[in-house]
């Protein structure tokens, strides 16, 4: 449920005054103004005469502020001020580790920490792979004109180099798993390399995200379990889907005038003014599999109270 506030971040990013613009400096400001963060304050420069304490802040956008300089634009290529794409893609991993744990047992905590370590780094190479596909488009849109390759702040050579150091990390996360996850987490390699080009050709790269994105639904199980049980895996993988579906959704209605003006699709423009019956249908579809999956692992009441508990909150969110 904590990935399902993505929409209401990226909403607020909308609201930012222009200031963003001027600036990496400028552009973790707002983010850290918009997420809560507990102010601008927490990093400025304090005033001729003013005291030099200043209040500690661990948001992630103040923390890629205060990272050297030089180190600023690979953090921000990554979208490490922004963590809620890392959640995002590590919480269906943690549902399928969740779920694969043995009955009355906590959640195996290294898999929990192991997957976390994978999600950031494939988040960032996903995002890296992103922006070298789009900088082209990227110039060309309000919200996404002053990522670092669009800003030339980093060239297509030192994001190609950065891609395949995260990629080598992330290769190393994936060898601590058994054989048969390893095989699953190579397969993700196409759709990774491959969604950020289907918005040039559907209206559904929503889809395309969603297949991605919860790829971990899958694999958490078998790094547990040593092999994924079709009944409990492909229903969680396939509520994912319509979890991302609905999100992103609600995140491409906030660039729909841009992408309809450089040529580009999203299930916002195929939606239109029916986006809210859409969504219902995804959700609806996604609380039956989430519960699908959870009565053929033998889950109980605890579970399916937390199934409603989603269900309130993506109701509140259409």
Not at 48 to 67: D, E, H, M, Q, T
Not at 162 to 190: D, E, P
Request: hydrophobic share 45%.
């Amino acid at each position: 449920m904590l990935g399902l506030r993505g929409g209401g971040l990226a909403r607020g990013l909308r609201a930012v005054p222009p200031a963003w613009r001027r600036g990496p400096r400028g552009l973790s400001l707002a983010l850290a103004r918009t997420a809560g963060a507990s102010g601008a304050r927490d990093w400025r420069a304090p005033a001729p005469g003013a005291p030099r304490g200043r209040a500690l802040s661990l948001s992630a956008a103040a923390v890629v502020n205060s990272a050297p300089r030089p180190l600023q634009p690979y953090l921000r290529l990554m979208r490490l001020d922004k963590p809620i794409g890392t959640w995002l893609l590590y919480l269906p991993c943690t549902w399928s580790i969740g779920l694969a744990a043995e009955p009355g047992c906590f959640p195996d905590w290294y898999m929990l920490s192991l997957f976390g370590t994978g999600a950031i780094l494939m988040r960032g190479a996903g995002c890296t792979i992103n922006d070298m596909w789009d900088r082209d488009f990227d110039k060309k849109v309000m919200r996404t004109a002053n990522r670092p390759i669009a800003a030339g702040d980093i060239s297509t050579f030192q994001s190609f180099v950065f891609l395949g150091g995260q990629l080598t990390l992330a290769l190393g996360v994936l060898l601590c798993l058994n054989y048969y996850s390893i095989a699953m987490g190579a397969a993700s390699l196409l759709l990774v390399v491959t969604y950020p080009l289907m918005k040039r050709i559907t209206f559904w790269p929503q889809l395309a995200l969603g297949l991605t994105f919860n790829w971990g639904a899958l694999l958490g199980w078998s790094a547990i379990k040593g092999s994924c049980d079709p009944t409990v895996c492909l229903p969680l993988y396939f509520s994912g889907v319509m979890w991302t579906l609905i999100y992103d959704t609600i995140y491409a209605h906030q660039d729909k005038k841009d992408d309809a003006l450089i040529g580009l699709k999203s299930t916002a423009l195929l939606f239109r003014e029916n986006t809210k019956k859409w969504l219902s249908g995804f959700g609806i579809t996604m609380l039956g599999a989430l519960s699908l999956a959870g009565a053929n692992c033998g889950q109980t009441l605890p579970y399916y109270a937390a199934v409603t508990a989603v269900g309130a909150h993506l109701a509140r969110q259409v």
